[in-house]
């Protein structure tokens, strides 16, 4: 648990002032049976009152410090876990948002909800545990050995006995925990996928009348975590029984020894009582230490899953020394590009692909399904790198900008328009944080989204999360005057208009006519009559250049490109017609 270390120096001085609290507490609890043997024994034993008022004062003073030191310790841990849990949980999500690609691919958003929340919770209470009572039990259990063993030696022959065989079980229960607690958290992350994916998929759960499949979907993760919750809590289940049985042997043997060591005079009632109750302490403390190694089991698991989400890479940065500030051109120039998904089947999406757009051209993409024209944004915003070849942005290596440099000059709208709880407007103004009312208003006329004014608080009305509670045509465009608004040199369209109308679209590529010369615009379309009013259209086949050039161009050079146009505009035509 080292990554811990900074946390640690952090919050050193509150740890060490409940650790000196919990020690002294520890020691004011190990005093009393002692001092309540030196009741008995000069006390009662003798028939000196007042000797049974000194002691029993001296417990009771004793006793009241004990109870200060807990307070104090009680504040200082929760204080201390708590502290240290949000500071963990933000390093967490600061990590996470700035995960690459290839890091939100390897970890699924279910197990990162599951890290973030259970792991990190489980991590927070061992923290207070540790500051509260872990410390406490084997100070006690320790403690509680040596003044026995100081107050009859013969006796503690007998703890030393207990104590190893309980050692034994405890190292036991390790050994077989910990896989069972690893593979638990593993469980916890299905059922999280599980719910998740309901929750975003529900309106399509509804609509094709799947309650019954994802109800079993989710039973059969709900039954999985049951099973490995009870496998990993039936050791500890099956070997405390016996821990406690072992501590009950051990005081049953204790008084028995006792009254024959009295019987021959080598022990007094005193000491037999104090050894009754240091028995007892030690059977608290030792059910404290296993609950001690079985959180520590449970955090060790904990504490790999979040180590695995710190040791994801971020994204890259650039060699160069360009600075955020820096505003680029819009020429792209790709040169001999090949990239496979890291994650995927090694067979490439893009390959030995070659295109250059000037600044402020606008270029289409299109050609069939999975023909990677969806990669060729992925790859300009650097979200991966190329394997072979390079990609030029204002004639600059994007390898060697900054990544924030990168992204500040391009502008996307995905195919799947992501929307954020809050206003309209402050959905909008992530393109923009410091635009003005009028410039939003004005983004938003670019976009078609006149709905805005027709919705109950115009620009100041709620969406829910991802705009649940609006159209997809509504979320498309909102992202296209979010885009619209960052008035970066380039500007992504992924199928950005495709759930609009015809005529809502062509107004759309008219408004964004008006801002020719002053952005490059990339067109990812399925529609050849949206890429037939670009200055260049890239046809894509398999992840490869099929055809580039003008529509008449392609119309004369491109068999792909006229299969597409024939489908789409002549047939369209010739339906009409009829």
Known sequence: MNFYGRYFRKYKFP????VFCVTSEAICDLLAPTLMSNVINRGIGQGMISQVYYWGSLMLAVTAFGACFAVTRNILASRVSQRMGADLRYDLFEKIINFSEQSADKIESGSLITRMTNDTSQVILFVNGIMRIFLKAPITCVGSIILATLLNFRLSLIIYSVVAVIATLIIISMRLSYPRYSILQKAMDKVNTVVQEYLIGVRLVKAFGTYEQESEKFESANSDLMQKGISAQMIITLLSPFMSLAVGFGTVIVIFAGSRLFSLDLANPGDITAFTVYMAQILTSIIMITNVFNAFVRTKASTARIREVFECDCDFTGSGSAGNAEELSGDIVFENVTFAYPSGSGVPAIKNLSFSVESGQTLAIIGPTGSG?????????????VNEGRILLGGRDIRDLDVDTLRRNIAIVPQKPMLFSGTVAENIRWGNREASDEMVKQAAEKA????IYRMQDGFDSLLGSAGVNISGGQKQRLA??????????VLILDDATSALDAVTEARVRENLKD???????????????????????????????????????LMMDCGIYRDIYRTQIESSREMQEE
């Open 15 to 18: 740890f060490f002032a409940a």
């Open 373 to 385: 024209k969806s990669t060729v944004a992925w790859l300009l915003l650097r979200f991966y790198d």
């Open 448 to 451: 078609q989204a006149d709905f």
């Open 480 to 489: 296209i005057a979010r885009a619209i608004l960052k008035n970066s040199p």
């Open 515 to 553: 801002m020719a010369g002053k952005q490059t615009v990339i067109i990812i379309t399925q529609r050849c009559g949206t890429a037939m009013t670009a200055d260049r259209i890239l046809v894509l086949d398999n992840g490869e250049k099929a055809g580039f050039g003008t529509h008449e161009q």
